[in-house]
């Protein structure tokens, strides 16, 4: 395993920190090299092209025999400087050009030293690093800066970078293998030879994208009790929406003004047979009538009733005024805007509440889209068997404890958070979704109705009752409402 200087890479870097690693490398040596000196000069000397790990390490051995004790003190704080700063990629051969698999540090970590791999261990890809072509750089009409293959995993500090050209065949069986499992033997067989699958296997393990098996097949991974109930999309996610641990561009940077054209504020209207208006509440009477806000977050409950009075379009209309109407809507430099009831990330307000309604006195069964300017109901479909599933998936997720009265659906138009925003796009959604709950279940307790959030809904029987693409428009959210029980 090779390993070489490099600039800090990708897109978030902190232009606070150093980009210059020979600089850094000069500094860290200037002010620890004198319990060393033989090893500073040779270490400076040494790190400014690709070097060897294991020669590194036989310095340090010489001087440490010789008349250097500190040597393995000076080293291991050089490299780590070098790696906290995410200054040193390592590479399968001494060309990194040549190398089957290159890794490029993406967070802030330790140096790692490349073990050399045991002949009767098994290795096995992780079960968190995936194969995917590397988008760094992508946006419409640009190609990838670099494109290629990647290998990645959460868990890694680390980006593999997987040789395209001729070797990619050696660099793809090996990946292969790995991914059910092998040693040296298992190499050998697939015509691999020692000298090439020795640095794979020792890289890869030391960014953490294989693991040793025991004797069982199992890694340290698998018996891992906190990592054992991570599903691999949700850490990634979870990793890739925070800031931390990668590389890539994170937070508003607007990164689609003037490609793609922003989404508007306020949803245009879907195909409607039928506008309902919804009465608009007194407020000055509910203000004197409803309970005060410690009665309400005391009472607040998930209620699934059996018995009760159905729910009205009244309170629904009241509901609604409460909740998820447009109080204002406006202009500024960075677009158009509207004000809700609830906080909204970046004030996006890319949801709209999309109601089911099985049985509220005074409206048809159907499916209804929440016009929140005008205060409307607009009758997007009449009772089917897609209002049915929405139902019965909603019954189903309260344990078939109650059939609601009607489902509200988040659904949200995605783009408009995803042109503002990298790498947290869809985080920033489901936190909005968790606000429109919260101002839900409020709005139910001080109105007496009987409010419960749901956690899964299906996405194809929202496409198929908006008649979204669900790229463009899906539901994020659903929470079941009913009147009050009896
Ligand atoms: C995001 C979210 C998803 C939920 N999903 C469900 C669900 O699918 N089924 C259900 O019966 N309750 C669901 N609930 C309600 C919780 O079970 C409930 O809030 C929790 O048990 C605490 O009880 P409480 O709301 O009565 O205080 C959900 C609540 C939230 C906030």
């Not at 590194?56 to 001087?63: I, N, P, Q, Y």
């Not at 607009?378 to 009772?383: D, G, I, K, Y």
């Amino acid at each position: 395993m090779f390993m070489s200087l490099c600039r800090p890479p990708g897109r978030n870097a902190d232009p606070q920190s150093p980009a210059d690693p020979t600089a850094v490398l000069d500094e860290v040596l200037a002010s620890i090299g004198t319990s060393a000196p033989n090893t500073a000069v040779a270490l400076a000397d040494m790190l400014r092209a690709p070097v060897a790990r294991s020669a590194v390490d036989a310095l340090v051995l010489e001087a440490m025999q010789g008349d250097e004790p500190l040597a393995a003190v000076v080293a291991s704080r050089t490299l780590d400087t070098l790696a906290a700063h995410r200054m040193l990629a390592y590479a399968t051969t001494e060309d990194a050009g040549e190398a089957l698999f290159r890794l490029m540090p993406v967070a802030a970590g330790p140096a790692i030293s490349g073990a050399e791999a045991d002949p009767d261990t098994v290795y096995r890809l992780s079960r968190f690093a995936q194969v995917r072509m590397d988008d760094d750089g992508i946006s419409p009409g640009r190609l990838p800066a670099e494109g290629g293959l990647i290998l990645e995993s959460p868990l890694s500090r680390f980006r593999c970078h997987i040789a395209t050209d001729a070797r990619s065949t050696t660099a793809m069986r090996s990946l292969a293998l790995l991914g059910s499992g092998a040693g040296l033997d298992a190499f050998h067989r697939a015509r691999i030879t020692e000298e090439e699958c020795k640095p794979i296997l020792a890289m890869l393990l030391a960014a953490g994208l294989i693991c040793p098996l025991d004797a069982e097949g199992l890694s340290a991974e698998d018996r891992d009790p906190v990592l054992r109930q991570w599903s691999v999309h949700d850490l990634v996610m979870h990793v890739r929406a925070r800031l931390g641990r990668h590389d890539q561009p994170i937070g508003g940077d607007f990164r689609f003004k003037n490609i793609v054209d922003p989404v508007p504020a306020i949803r245009p209207e879907p195909e409607h047979t039928a506008r309902v208006p919804l009465p608009v509440p007194d407020e000055a009477a509910m203000a004197a009538t409803d309970p005060s806000l410690s009665q309400v977050i005391a009472a607040r409950a998930s209620v699934r009733p059996q018995l009760r009075r159905h729910l009205t379009l009244q309170e629904l209309g009241t509901f609604l005024w409460r909740t998820a109407r447009i109080t204002r809507s406006f202009e500024s430099e960075a677009g158009d805007f509207t004000a809700r009831p609830y906080p909204s990330g970046g004030g996006s307000y890319e949801q709209d509440v999309w109601v089911t309604a099985r049985e509220v006195a005074g409206l048809p069964p159907g499916f209804y889209f929440y016009a929140a300017t005008t205060h409307e109901l607009l009758q997007v479909r009449p009772w089917n068997a897609e209002c049915e599933a929405m139902i019965g998936q909603a019954s189903t997720a309260m344990a078939g404890t109650t059939v609601p009265d009607a489902v509200l659906t988040l659904g949200s138009r995605f783009q408009r958070v995803s042109w503002k925003y990298s790498g947290m796009a869809y985080a920033t959604q489901l936190k909005n979704a968790g606000a429109i709950y919260m101002a839900f279940y409020l709005a139910a307790t001080a109105m007496g109705l009987s409010p419960c959030g749901l956690g899964l809904g299906s996405i194809e029987v929202f496409a198929r009752l908006t008649g979204c693409r669900m790229e463009r428009e899906g539901s994020v959210g659903e929470f079941a409402l009913s009147g009050p029980p009896a």
